[in-house]
């Protein structure tokens, strides 16, 4: 079978779909990271910024920079968010120095990055020591699925469609 490549080109769809999602789940992420104000932040699979403006809104960081390798989400998220930094670049190949960050956090990204053992140690190279990598993701296993589309998902299933997860 030939890969699947899961892309992200539309950000004000996805946004409209999974805005609100995302910002409760993460508003619960950053109540238990509970981040000093101030801190250096890197934002990894930003998509249309949900998660930077959170951070930005709740976090009162001294900076924060989002990647993502749509450039369509970038764009987007520039757009609708002028205080934090915007770039195009992929998780396993970050464009920055080590140390440079307080905080690298990836919100509902992980299970769409292909190598996941070599984005970690990218997230890892970009902090400073006794810096925090943190991610999330939606509950999901054989079993259960607590993500907000899981009913769309079933839906599809019963149908017949072939539904693909990450």
Same mark, same amino acid.
């Given at each position: ?10 950000a ?9 999602? =995302? ?7 950053l ?28 976090? =009162? ?19 609708q968010? =002028?205080?934090?930094?915007?770039r195009?670049a ?6 920055f ?8 956090? =990836? ?11 070599k ?13 925090i ?22 839906g ?6 072939n539904?693909?997860?990450?």
């Amino acid at each position: 079978m030939p890969e699947v490549k899961v892309a992200f080109d539309d950000a004000a769809a996805y946004e409209r779909v999974m805005g609100r999602w =995302s910002g409760a789940v993460g508003a619960r992420f950053l109540d238990w990271l509970a981040p000093a104000s101030g801190l250096r932040w890197l934002d990894v699979g930003c998509g249309a910024g949900a998660f930077t403006e959170l951070v930005l809104k709740r976090c =009162s960081p001294g900076s924060i920079v989002g990647v993502d390798p749509a450039a369509a989400q970038i764009d987007y998220a520039r757009r609708q968010i =002028s205080t934090a930094e915007f770039r195009t670049a992929d998780a396993m190949a970050l464009p920055f120095a080590d140390g440079e960050f307080d905080i690298v956090a =990836s919100a509902l990204v992980i299970n769409f990055i292909p190598d996941r053992a070599k984005a970690l140690n990218e997230m890892r190279r970009m902090l400073r020591p006794g810096g925090i990598v943190a991610a999330y993701l939606w509950h999901r296993s054989a079993t259960a699925n607590d993500a907000p589309f899981a009913p769309i998902e079933r839906g599809l299933e019963t149908i017949g469609a072939n539904v693909l997860r990450p």
